[in-house]
């Protein structure tokens, strides 16, 4: 069991990453659908700017948990070390929010992943292991 919970940490990141953006992509499309007009939609687009910027908020929100989601999930995952794969992860998400970041100059939400992503590996590592000794 140790080692198949090693070999699952990686898909089990990535799974929790790809569940919430394409629940991120399903709330996207329902809160457009329903506040945005049929007058207000050009070419399957909202251009209505208000709430345009409702759903920029979304996006930055489903970011955010995103890199909590992974966080947590890698730390769950992990049999022994947790603090060394919570700390790993972390670094690992920061480097692919700005890989993925850099080619459409989205450093907002860049942001939004660096600091929720930090936030939760410190809540994690000050409230969850403490209680755990196998580091």
């Not at 939609?41 to 909202?46: D, E, H, I, K, L």
């Not at 251009?47 to 930055?60: A, F, G, K, R, Y």
């Not at 947790?82 to 700005?98: F, Q």
């Not at 080619?103 to 994690?124: E, H, K, N, Q, T």
């Amino acid at each position: 069991m140790y080692t198949l919970r090693w070999f699952l940490l990686i898909p089990g990141v990535v799974l929790a990453w790809f569940a919430i953006f394409m629940l991120g992509l399903v709330t996207y499309a329902f809160v457009e659908k329903i506040f945005c007009s049929t007058e207000e939609m050009v070419s399957n687009f909202c251009i209505n700017e208000q709430i345009q910027n409702w759903l920029m908020v979304l996006v930055h929100v489903f970011v955010a948990l995103s890199a909590w989601a992974v966080i947590l999930v890698a730390v769950a995952i992990a049999p022994r070390y947790k603090n060394k794969v919570l700390w790993v992860t972390l670094a690992l998400g920061l480097a692919v929010a700005a890989y993925l970041a850099y080619p459409i100059d989205a450093w907002s939400l860049f942001a939004v992943a660096a600091v929720s992503g930090i936030a939760s590996a410190m809540l994690i590592a000050r409230h969850v292991l403490r209680t755990t000794t196998s580091d």
